[in-house]
Structure formats: C-alpha cells, structure tokens
C-alpha cells in the first residue's frame, strides 16, 4: 500500500510540473456579479476530445515468483544472477565493477518506440562508494549503444548528482549534470521520470525538474533498460506511458554569419555601431551595445536602438550581442528579461569585475567579458597577470583590451593562460585594423568593420594568424616515462607551450605527480596512492628508474622555462585545492598555473580558493548534426566554472570551434596520437592540442618578422624581403621570401604563388608570407608584419 501511495502521489506533482496536467479551470462559491437566474447551457461536447496517452508497460513485481524477472526482460551486461526480484522489488547488481555497469533491457515491444514517460520508483540500496550510480536508459539501441541515460550518483548532492548522458562508440559524452538536493538514502523511495519527445528530453528527480535538454537528431527512437555501477539498484514500480505531447523548445541561439576568409578559426569581429536592420538580420553579426538603467540600447557613437524587452518581445534582435553595464541597477534590471525571454546567447561587458560576478551569478548562462581598455595597463608580464586573474575573478572568459596592448608577445601571453583575447578600435584606420588583427586576437570590436572584412578577405586559405599552442601530455611519454621529471624537462626542451600533469595527494598531504590512482601500472608498487605518505612513495620506482616527482619538484625545474603547467586534479579529495594554493605560493608560480579537472567538484573549489587562476573542463563531446544543440551543451558545460572546453578530440569538428568562438569559447582537446589528425586540427587553428609527442611540432613556422620596415624594388622585377623564421622551439633564420599579400598599391601589380611584380613605379603596403607543407600534404601559411615597399 505504502508503495503504490506513494507512487500515485509522486505521478501527480510530476504531471503538474512537466505541465501534462492542462485543466486550468477553477470554481469559487463568492458573488462575482453575475445574475444566478440565467440558466447556463449544457457544456457542448467536445469535437475532437484529447487523446489517451496509451500505457505501454507498467510493472510492481508484486506478482512474480521470487528471483525470477517479467517476461521479456533481458540483460543487456552482466551475469543472470545480477538481476533478480525479491519482496516485491526488482533488484540490479552492479556491486561487482565499479565502472563497467550491467545493465537490464525492458521488453522489446519499447524497442520502435520514440516518444515515451517513464517513471520509475527506486533507491540506491547500497554503493560501494559516493560517486557510483544507477542509470535509467532510454532509445537504446538495438545493439546495446547507442543510448541516452538518467545517471544518478548515491551522492546526489554532487555537482554532477544526476546526470543526462549519451554512449556511443565506447565513450561517454555528459550533456548536461545536476545537483539533488539530498543523498540517495537506502530505505527511502524516490520516483525518477523521465519525458522524452522528438529531439526533447527533460528529467525529474521527486518532481523536480534535474535536466532540460536535446536530444541528437540521429538517434531518434529505442528502448529502455536499467543499470547500475558499483552499486545496487532497487526498482519497486515502473510504468512508461506514450507521450503524445511535444516538450517546449528551448531558448534560440544567434546564428553568426562568417565574413569571407581564407583564415582558419577567423577573429570574430563585433559592430560597435548597428543599425536597428542590422539587429534583426538573419544570420546575425556579434554587436556591442551600451545597456543602461532603464535597458536602452546604445551604439558607441551614441545612437538609440530601442528597450532591449521590447525589441525582443516584437522579434527585432536576432544578433549575438555583447552589452556594456556600468552600474548595479541595469544588472538588477536585466536579469528578470533575461528569464523572461531566457536570453542565455549573451554576453555582459563591464570594467567591474564585481558587477560581472554578481551579473554571473544572478544569471549562470550569460558569460562575460572584462574591459581593460581604461586600465592603464602595459604589456609588463605583473600587468598582463593581472589581467588573466582578474578575468577569472569576474567569471568571464573575454579580456577586451586598447590598441596599446595588441601586440603578439603580451596577447599569446594571455591566450596561453586560457583568456579569450579581444582588441578594442575606435575610429580606426586600416593599418590599425590589420596591425590588430595581426596580433592574434580572438576578437575585434570596431566601428570599422568594413577593414576588417577587407583584410580577412585577403587572406590564403590555413592561414594561421594565431599560434595553435602545443600542450605535452604528461610531458613526452612517446619518449620519456609519463609524469617524470624528465618527462616535463624534455616537453620543454621540444618547444612544448605547456606540459600537462596529474596530481593527487599523500597521506601525509604533499602533492605528487602521477595518473593513475594506484601505483600499479607505473610504478613498482601496489595500491591506492592517496593512502601512501610521501616516503613510501619515494622509495619506489617508475619506469625508467625515476623517482614520483612532488609537484614542488616541478614547479621549481621548470620555474625558469617559458612552459605553462596544465595541473590536472585526478584526486577527489577536494582538500588538494587548498594544497595546491599553499605549493604555488611557495613556488611564487602564479604565472605558470592552469588547473584542469574532470571532477566538476574540484574546479568549483579552485573557484572558491584560487578564483584568479584559469580553469578548464575536460569532458567527452560527441559534435551533433545541429550546431544549436552543440553550443547549448558546450555552454551548459563551461559556464558553471568560466571555463574553457577540453574534449576529447575524436567527435570534436572543426565547424562546432568556429561557432563558439563568437561566444569566447576556447578548445584544448586531448590526446593526438595520431600524427597526421593532429596536423588537420593544428591547420584547423585550434586553440590548443594536447599530445604524448611535443616533438612532432618541434620544427614547425610559427611567425615571420621582416628584417626591415620598408623595402624598395624595381618595377616588373619579381618582390623578395628578407624575413626572420621562428620555429615552435624558438630558433630563428633568416631567410628570402617570395610570397605576399597586397594590402593597397598605387602601382599596378600581378600576384600569384610563383612571384609579385609591380609594372610601374608607386608605393605600396604588403605582407610576407610563408607557407609550410605538413606530413599529410596539408600547407598552413603564416603572416609577418606591414611592408612599406617603394616601386623604382
């Protein structure tokens, strides 16, 4: 009785949340004025009455010879012992591995289904650990995978409690998480549900709506399972009903239109003056706008647009903006249109990194974006780490800086510490624009965005105006034993940007630097790390005959070297974070630290403790054939911490990097062993590729400088200038090229890849280039300074 009682009574405040319930009728007994002598007609019946939604399974296992399941039901993983009903309950055993679930298939019968509610009421009646998990799987695939999942954690109070999740391939892609708001406790029920239609899916907790999501296109319809890992799942009722009703659609985002260019991952370039047509064109362009009190639009040069409400209550504002607050009051007055209208395809502007945190956290989906164009800032490297922490401590990804500050040198600085980089022009002519654009920034907001069409347009196809920086995966094990000393020495001396690391820590509370969580696979010994001190773990050895390294020990070998730390947090002991603090302050590295995690708890931490430092989010992403769906989970992903997007690279196309960028989304996939993959994602212009072989790129062109500002020729004579070639190590040559890109001549001219020739005397402004061509035939060019030339 208990049980069905409490089934009854979860269905009903479940249906009213998800709105299935659409009688909004009410009766009062009060006089509302009417005259009670007027009869009132009979209802007329309703032509077309709402259809039933059909019940296609429901199932109490009160019926059941003990131990034996309903019919039809089949285990998808795992041994016929592992599944079994006792009391009334059905019960899943996933005890056994703690990260390979087993997993029960519901009868085929739900295999064609698409649209479906299921409720199930269940515990968790044992786990092996916090952080295991049963899922409720739902358009299974008829080969297991692919599928779609509700995951719940016995520690639902995790950040990442509950979880919308896909497999496919073999890997795990997290749509979206959510925090329960208590631990799943063994002698309580709870109802999870679960509504799923088209491509929309959303998942209640206790009528509590956990996940609001999209669904990929492709897999469009399968059936349902159970499964369980590392724990034991107790399910005493489930019913999956047909849903006829579609879900509501979520908020739109902007689609930006691409200015023509040969450039790979093009700087995004935002109006500082719109008109009001350029608002609501389709697709869009990135405009900044001035947001006052009141929510009026302004351009830069001072002309109204209109009430941000009202613009986009009559559909005029399709374009991806970024809005300038100044004060308290227009954060206070746009969170509630925000909501209203859920604008989460926006980004907030301020020189506040106050106002920008408490805009963030009234309003977690916007992002952000700090103004150092009136700091007074220099390309000093304390300035420039100011300007990463107080980027961080504002919650934004985006560093908009003055034309003062565009200079290769200071924006590779920023970018190589995960800041979005963007310049600021005003009035600008178009040696300013290109000279801006040159620098490898991000972003360009102008009121000239005509130049900078100009000048991208110009631009070869793979031409890399920003460096790709290369990351050594527990520094250059291809070569040296994973997280050695050695092994980050060797990524440094290779020409490696960064060297990524993991960390956990002792028992005895020192940081030290290793991947696994147990000593078996690297080392001499045996058993968890976290429950060794840090002389036991000296005492073995890794392969190789090294020593595990403290992170002390790094930090201070590389202390000297122009090398990033990328530190990933394996452990989940969440007082690493105060640790870590505590060695980069004895190292003074601040300078030098990224802190990476999978563990969504300890970038939340590094949030709390470290707030100035940059953070990134790895995870699994499967690219969608709908890029709205794309940038909707890469948001829901990042926004959380401010951070950056460190996927897998597998599923990650290029495409679905070149849509978020206008958003300051920056990509660090992990992990090329694929040398010729990784050569197509370099020329793509990601922002980052993390690697086991640093020394693939050791040789690699990474800018051209002239060795003079200005040169002269003779006319129908072919061009040459001498140019100094870097390399991705940092040695230089000098060397003649050929190749360049006229800016604007007042001579005529013929330019093709064998040479440029001018066919008269006059004056012109080019651009040397130099193109290199990569194992796998793919040719990536890379741009120098402005060439003053004078035609004889």
């Known amino acids: 009785m208990y049980k069905q009682f409490f089934y009854v009574m979860m269905l009903a405040a479940i249906a009213s949340l998800a709105g299935c319930n659409s009688d909004s009728s009410r009766s009062g007994d009060g ?29 109490d296992f009160e019926a059941l010879t003990e131990g ?49 509610r299921i409720d199930v009421v269940f515990t968790i009646q044992e786990a092996n650990t916090e952080t295991r998990w049963v899922g409720f799987q739902y358009r299974v695939g008829m080969s297991v995978e692919p599928y779609y999942q509700m995951a719940i954690r016995q520690k639902a109070t995790a950040e990442n409690g509950t979880e919308h999740a896909l497999r496919n391939q073999g890997e795990w ?38 996940q609001d999501s999209e669904l990929d296109s492709q897999f469009s319809q399968g059936g349902v399972a159970f499964q369980a890992a590392g724990s034991l799942l107790r399910v005493d009722e489930v019913t999956v009903t047909e849903q006829l009703t579609a879900l509501p659609p979520l908020s739109p985002m902007a689609d930006v239109a691409e200015p023509e260019t040969g450039a790979s991952m093009a700087p995004s370039i935002a109006l500082a003056a719109p008109t009001l047509s350029e608002l609501a064109r389709e697709p869009s362009f990135p405009i900044f706008l001035q947001l006052d009190d009141q929510l009026m639009l302004t351009t830069e040069d001072g002309g109204s647009l209109g009430y941000l409400d009202s613009l986009v209550e009559n559909e005029q504002f399709k374009a991806l903006p970024m809005l300038y607050v100044t004060s308290q009051a227009a954060v206070d007055a746009l969170a509630p249109v925000v909501e209203k209208h859920q604008l989460v395809d926006l980004t907030l502007v301020s020189d506040s990194p106050e106002l920008l945190r408490d805009a963030r956290v009234k309003m977690p989906m916007i992002r952000a974006a700090m103004d150092f164009t009136g700091a007074g800032l220099t390309a000093a490297p304390t300035d420039l780490l100011s300007i990463t922490q107080e980027t961080n401590q504002a919650k934004a990804k985006i560093a908009i800086l003055p034309a003062s500050l565009l200079e290769k040198s200071a924006v590779a600085y920023l970018q190589n510490r995960l800041v979005s980089v963007w310049g600021k022009l005003a009035a600008p002519n178009s040696e300013q624009t290109t000279d801006a654009l040159l620098s490898g920034v991000n972003g360009l907001v102008t009121d000239s965005p005509e130049q900078a069409y100009e000048f991208l347009a110009k631009l070869p196809e793979n031409t890399l105006l920003r460096k790709p920086l290369i990351i050594g995966h527990r520094g250059v094990p291809s070569l040296v ?11 440094a001396e290779l020409g490696a940007d960064a ?29 968890p790390v976290e429950d060794k001190t840090l002389d036991e773990l000296k005492a073995l050895t890794v392969e190789g005959a090294h020593a595990i390294p ?37 190292n003074d590295v601040w300078d030098q630290v990224i802190v990476i995690s999978f563990n969504s708890d300890q970038l939340l931490k590094l949030q709390e403790v470290m707030p100035g430092v940059s953070g990134g989010f790895l995870a699994v992403f499967v690219t969608d054939s709908n890029m709205t769906k794309n940038l909707r989970q890469i948001l829901k992903a990042t926004q959380l911490y401010s951070s950056t997007f460190n996927p897998y690279y597998k599923y990650l196309s290029p495409s679905v990097m070149e849509a978020s960028k206008h958003r300051g989304t920056t990509f660090w996939p992990w992990t090329f062993r694929d040398q010729s993959e990784a050569e197509s994602y370099y020329v793509a212009g990601t922002h980052g590729l993390t690697t086991d072989y640093a020394q693939w790129f050791t040789d690699y062109p990474v800018s051209i400088d002239p060795v003079a500002s200005d040169i002269s020729v003779a006319s129908n004579a072919g061009v040459t200038a001498a140019v100094t070639l870097t390399s991705q190590l940092g040695v230089t040559e000098t060397i003649e090229t050929n190749r360049f ?4 001549s007042t001579a005529d001219y013929t330019n093709d890849s064998a040479s440029l020739k001018f066919t008269g005397p006059g ?24 060439l003053a030339v004078t035609i004889n």
Do not use: C
């Not at 239609?197 to 998942?203: A, F, S």
């Not at 002390?552 to 603090?581: C, P, Q, R, Y």
């Open 763 to 786: 004056t012109a402004t080019v651009l040397p280039v130099y193109e290199y061509t990569l194992d796998n035939g793919a040719t990536y060019r890379v741009i120098g300074a402005r």
């Open 173 to 210: 892609a997290v749509v979206d998480k959510q925090r329960y708001s208590e631990t799943i406790a063994p002698d309580q029920l709870y109802t999870a549900t679960i509504v799923v239609h088209g491509d929309r899916v959303q998942h209640f907790m206790n009528g509590e709506l956990m």
């Open 31 to 59: 006089d509302d004025g009417a005259d009670s002598s007027i009869t009132n007609p009979e209802p007329t019946p309703d032509p077309d009455p709402e259809p039933i939604p059909e019940v296609l399974l429901e199932e």
């Open 550 to 586: 403290t992170l002390d020990e790094f930090f201070t070998a590389l202390k000297e070297k122009k090398v990033v730390h990328f530190i990933e947090i394996k452990s989940g002991n969440l007082e690493i974070v105060e640790h870590l603090k505590q060695a980069i302050d004895r």
């Open 499 to 527: 060297v990524e690391s993991d960390i956990y820590l002792t028992k005895d509370n020192h940081i030290v630097v290793i991947h696994d969580s147990t000593l078996d696979r690297t080392t001499d010994g045996t058993g």
């Open 68 to 116: 034996k399941l309903p019919e039809g039901w089949v285990a998808m993983s795992g041994t016929e012992d592992m599944f079994y009903t006792s009391n009334g309950s059905l019960f899943v055993d996933g005890r056994g591995d703690n990260y390979n679930p087993v997993s029960l298939k519901l009868p085929e019968t739900l295999q064609e289904k698409s649209n479906y």
């Open 481 to 491: 034993a994973e997280n050695t000393l050695a092994g980050a020495l060797k990524a």
């Open 741 to 744: 890109i006229v800016l604007a």
